[in-house]
T-cell receptor, first 113, second 114 residues
Framework: AQSVTQLGSHVSVSEGALVLLRCNYSSSVPPYLFWYVQYPNQGLQLLLKYTTGATLVKGINGFEAEFKKSETSFHLTKPSAHMSDAAEYFCAVSPRTGNQFYFGTGTSLTVIP | EPEVTQTPSHQVTQMGQEVILRCVPISNHLYFYWYRQILGQKVEFLVSFYNNEISEKSEIFDDQFSVERPDGSNFTLKIRSTKLEDSAMYFC????????????FGPGTRLTVL
């Protein structure tokens, strides 16, 4: 069975500081990996995804994530936080067979001016 | 830019009543999904739908739930007899392909069962 763990339900960073949101998955076969962002009163929006190929993937709004198979991780980073990055971030996995997504519990990012 | 839409944005109902949540997926997508998010908890998969039938469903999706694509554009989730614990945000999603393809999510319907 798939599971996703997001360490830290709340993360606060100063504007301009590094953002690091952690995601670990549990799966015998590396799944497809996704990061979604949810702004208040909006749906989930895809930030980036990893399916195959280069393990460092770049997404929208300056975010990137690196798939590390040995660590079963897919942490999300951004070099310099912006106030507009304040939102809820969800890591999700999709097994290579089947089409449902398994989501983590989410991390709420606060950016301090 | 095409988007998934959901109506209503907020639904309040009495316990035991039937509710229908509506979604309009992106027009050329073939796979449709419902998820729910109970306040403070993770987003949970309910069901996926392809080619006019359910392709996968979770343990949450019991006999009280049903899905339908009544016409070429709408995708509905029906809860026959709502319980207090059905109170949650319900998200509809659609994708062009399965598995590795991005799922596009709607803004959600907040269901409150009193």
């Amino acid at each position: 069975a798939q599971s996703v763990t997001q360490l830290g339900s709340h993360v606060s960073v100063s504007e301009g500081a590094l953002v690091l949101l952690r995601c670990n998955y549990s799966s015998s076969v590396p799944p497809y990996l996704f990061w979604y962002v949810q702004y208040p009163n909006q749906g989930l929006q895809l930030l980036l995804k990893y399916t195959t190929g280069a393990t460092l993937v770049k997404g929208i709004n300056g975010f990137e994530a690196e798939f590390k198979k040995s660590e079963t991780s897919f942490h999300l980073t951004k070099p310099s936080a912006h106030m507009s990055d304040a939102a809820e971030y969800f890591c999700a996995v999709s097994p290579r067979t089947g089409n449902q997504f398994y989501f983590g519990t989410g991390t709420s990012l606060t950016v301090i001016p | 830019e095409p988007e998934v839409t959901q109506t209503p944005s907020h639904q309040v109902t009495q316990m035991g009543q039937e509710v229908i949540l509506r979604c309009v997926p992106i027009s050329n997508h073939l796979y449709f999904y419902w998820y729910r998010q109970i306040l403070g908890q993770k987003v949970e998969f309910l069901v996926s739908f392809y080619n006019n039938e359910i392709s996968e469903k979770s343990e949450i999706f019991d006999d009280q739930f049903s899905v339908e694509r009544p016409d070429g554009s709408n995708f509905t989730l029906k809860i026959r007899s709502t319980k207090l614990e059905d109170s949650a945000m319900y998200f509809c999603a659609s994708s062009a392909l399965a598995g590795l393809d991005e799922q596009f999510f709607g803004p959600g319907t907040r269901l409150t069962v009193l």
